[in-house]
């Protein structure tokens, strides 16, 4: 395939100013009336539109992806993807408004390329990476970025997988024979490296080139495709390169034409291969994007396996055990973000029940970790630098297990059974209190002793729940500490979770009256558990 390269708007830099990713939705709803004029569609049948002019509302029998791109002044736009085997000419990419939630961020755009051949100098926006099928990478800035792939995102990938590791072996091989794949894999390290190395502008543009020819390859792929596990794995490595700097109210957007894609083909937690650990990283993604919410995760853990049941193996290897800990936040999840307001008393008595029977679930799963789960090392606090127990794991997978499991235990902690009228009250309780301080600590303290970039990439929103549980300055400190670095070493934005700490913490005092003209604050720690247990979307409601 010819080299060419795609002109990209330049950027003035600065985040205000810094162009958003597109994403990828998957349409199934629009009407065919709708999508053939390009106007939103209700998705009532008939809908408004259809029923107003007075003509037939009928679906459209073909199943389309649509690449989408957000509005921003002076973005990289996503230009068309031309290949001399391919097609002789543009191809024309159509943008559709079709969520109401998020219509206002998308517009119609037209998109232009630019074939030329490209130099390797790394100050230049780089050609998107064509191999030939089976040939190795000969570009030296495609090279680069490959490799920058194998070492920091394919562990992050396979954090759970220990054997094949298909996201850093197999996934690699794949990209010679799949330029999909190639494309996807050079996007998000590009996308990393711009973000952990001081996001210079001319790494910003490789980043976007890159994004912008794998996204554009994959809506073309989507209209085409079977069921292809390799167009599975390069959905959730664009949607990490799209994940990794927005916030996390937008991730389920960018995991949208994921959840569409693997439902399709049907897709599970024991299809095997490729497949299986592309689709088990899904979870651990859509468990992530919904937790700080508080809202139900895109794909019910039910789902996640056939009939609903995640079966003891004879024997709980790591990969396993692990496993099983992300499906078991995924079910406690899943219950806080169900529970309703008020329910009947049978209902109540049925949700009690399976609350007892979640707890006695969690502790079961701690006391079935291998050995090799064990704690290498347990060290004393060390002063405000380090104000918790220092508690090291053998390594990143094994430490970022455990921080799951604990987040687990908190939240069955903070969703203790109650009426609504009583929550406050009941966490405010000693031993709610203590019982969900200790295993905030725990989570925390875990990603200061065990500095792995692997597991400090899934460590974010677990921090943002457990951090707005503690109620002393230095741990508070230590926690702001921690997302910061983390930002710096894995490119993850953190800043909206130092933000959303920082107002947690400003409103959980609480005043007690001093003599006749004076009071003193206190943390009011049943504040900062009712906050956690209403929610992000309910918190800002208030």
């Known amino acids: ?77 996503l230009k068309d993807f031309v290949t001399s085997k391919t097609v002789a000419g543009p191809v024309t990419a159509t943008f559709v408004d079709e969520t109401e939630e998020v219509a206002d961020l998308y517009q119609i755009t037209s998109a232009s390329v630019e074939a030329s051949s490209v130099s390797s100098d790394q100050h230049q926006s780089p050609r998107p990476v064509l191999s030939s099928h089976g040939n190795p990478v000969t570009d030296t800035t495609d090279a680069f970025f490959l490799w920058r792939y194998i070492d920091f995102i394919g562990p992050r990938f396979d954090m759970f997988d220990d054997s094949p590791r298909y996201f850093s072996t197999v996934v690699p091989q794949l990209a010679l024979n799949d330029t999909l794949v190639l494309l996807a894999c050079v996007a998000v390290a590009a996308r990393q490296y711009y973000l952990v190395n001081d996001q210079q502008q001319h790494n ?23 069921p292809d596990p390799a167009v599975f794995a390069s959905c959730l490595l664009i949607a990490h390169c799209e994940m ?41 993604m859509i468990i992530l994007a919904s937790l700080c919410a508080g809202k139900p995760a895109a794909l019910e853990p039910k789902e996640w396996i056939p009939g609903g049941v995640f079966s003891d193996p004879p024997t709980w290897t790591l990969k396993s055990w692990q496993k099983k800990v992300v499906f078991l936040l995924g079910m406690v999840h899943d219950f806080w973000s169900r529970t309703p307001d008020d ?65 687990a235990f ?27 301080q200790m295993y905030a600590r725990q989570i925390v303290a875990n990603s200061l002793a065990n500095r792995c970039t692997i597991a400090w990439a899934n ?26 670095e983390i930002q710096q070493q894995t490119g993850w934005n953190t800043r909206a979770s130092i933000d959303r700490l920082g107002a947690a913490w400003e409103n959980s005092w609480r005043y007690e009256s001093r003599g006749r003209h004076s009071a003193v604050g206190q943390v009011d720690a049943g504040k900062l558990l009712y906050h956690v247990w209403l929610g992000e979307s309910e918190v800002q409601a208030e």
């Not at 009532?44 to 791109?69: N, Y």
């Not at 406050?424 to 309780?429: A, G, K, Y």
């Open 343 to 407: 329910i009947e008393r049978h209902a109540k008595q049925l949700r009690d029940a399976r609350w007892k029977e979640l707890e006695a679930e969690l502790v079961r799963h701690q006391n079935r970790a291998p050995a090799v789960c064990s704690p290498i090392s347990i060290l004393p606090p060390n002063g405000e630098d380090n104000p918790f127990q220092s508690v090291r794991y053998l390594n990143g997978p094994v430490s970022a297990a455990w921080q799951m499991l604990h987040t």
């Open 244 to 284: 990794v700097e927005s916030k996390a109210t937008a991730w389920d957007l960018h995991l949208k034409g994921t959840g569409d894609l693997l439902k399709m083909h049907g897709w599970h937690g024991m299809s095997g291969g490729l497949a299986q650990a592309s689709f088990w990283i899904y979870c651990r």
């Open 204 to 226: 910003h543009e490789q980043a976007l080139t890159y994004y912008n020819a794998a996204i554009h390859l994959l809506s073309k792929r989507l209209q085409h495709s079977g």
């Open 1 to 77: 395939m010819p080299p060419f390269r795609e002109s990209v708007s330049k950027q003035v830099r600065g985040p205000s100013s810094r162009s958003k990713l597109g994403t990828l939705t998957f349409d199934v709803k629009a009407c065919e009336q709708c999508r053939k004029n390009h106007v939103k569609c209700d998705q009532s049948r008939p809908c408004a539109l259809c029923k107003r002019r007075g003509i037939e509302c009928s679906l459209c029998q073909d199943v389309t992806f649509t690449a989408l791109e957000f509005k921003a002044p002076a973005a990289g736009i």
């Open 459 to 484: 460590a974010v929103q677990l921090l943002t729940i457990a951090g707005q549980c503690l109620v002393v300055d230095s741990e508070r400190n230590a926690c702001v500490r921690v997302l910061r």
């Open 410 to 436: 908190l939240i069955l902690t903070i969703c203790t059974p109650c009426s609504q009228a009583s929550r406050l009250s009941v966490l405010s309780s000693p031993d709610v209190t203590r019982r969900a």
